[in-house]
């Protein structure tokens, strides 16, 4: 089963589409990745978070691991990353990383996810978090395989 990756917002601009496809293209079995993109909320503020996430929530199944993609989560590194992954799905289950609207997500994604990360202190518009994270999600499979593409 791929992982997959949800993100609200519009679709891929082409810019990151590119890079996207670039390193989708790379990703073998197990660390293969669907995309589901969910609409942005027609509300602001909390209201759109609440929407946004129910949305998630309703795509969810309960034995779905999820990584939520928060700029208050821990940090990890590639290698810590790598290990994450490749230990759920070799166990054969199903790893969901999310990326949240503008505005977030509320508690009950939070307190669903398994861990909540962040990738840097600083703050990245969403297209480029998709970007970001699709070569981290290579560069778990490449870590995992043991070749020249990580360097510690």
Same mark, same amino acid.
């Given at each position: 089963m791929p992982i997959s990756i949800f993100a609200v917002g519009k679709k891929h601009e082409s810019w990151v589409n590119e890079g996207i496809e670039r390193y989708q293209k790379r990703l073998k079995v197990p660390f293969m990745a669907q995309w589901v993109l969910l609409s942005h909320s027609g509300y602001d503020g909390p209201k759109a978070r609440q929407e946004e996430s129910?949305?998630?929530?309703?795509?969810?199944?309960?034995?779905?691991?999820?990584?939520?993609?928060?700029?208050?989560?821990? *940090? &990890?590194?590639?290698?810590? @990353?790598? =290990?994450? $992954?490749?230990?759920?799905?070799?166990? !054969?289950?199903?790893?969901?990383?999310?990326?949240g609207g503008a505005y977030g997500v509320d508690e009950t994604i939070h307190s669903r996810a398994k861990i909540v990360w962040s990738l840097s202190d600083l703050v990245f518009?969403? *297209? &480029?978090?998709?970007?970001? @994270?699709? =070569?981290? $999600?290579?560069?778990?499979?490449?870590? !995992?395989?043991?070749?020249?593409?990580?360097?510690?």
């Open positions: 129910e949305r998630i929530l309703s795509r969810l199944k309960p034995e779905d691991v999820v990584v939520l993609l928060d700029e208050r989560g821990r *940090q &990890l590194n590639s290698p810590a @990353l790598s =290990e994450l $992954i490749t230990q759920e799905v070799n166990n !054969s289950r199903h790893l969901v990383f999310i990326i518009p969403h *297209q &480029l978090v998709r970007l970001l @994270l699709i =070569e981290q $999600i290579y560069r778990a499979q490449e870590i !995992s395989l043991g070749s020249a593409y990580h360097h510690d």
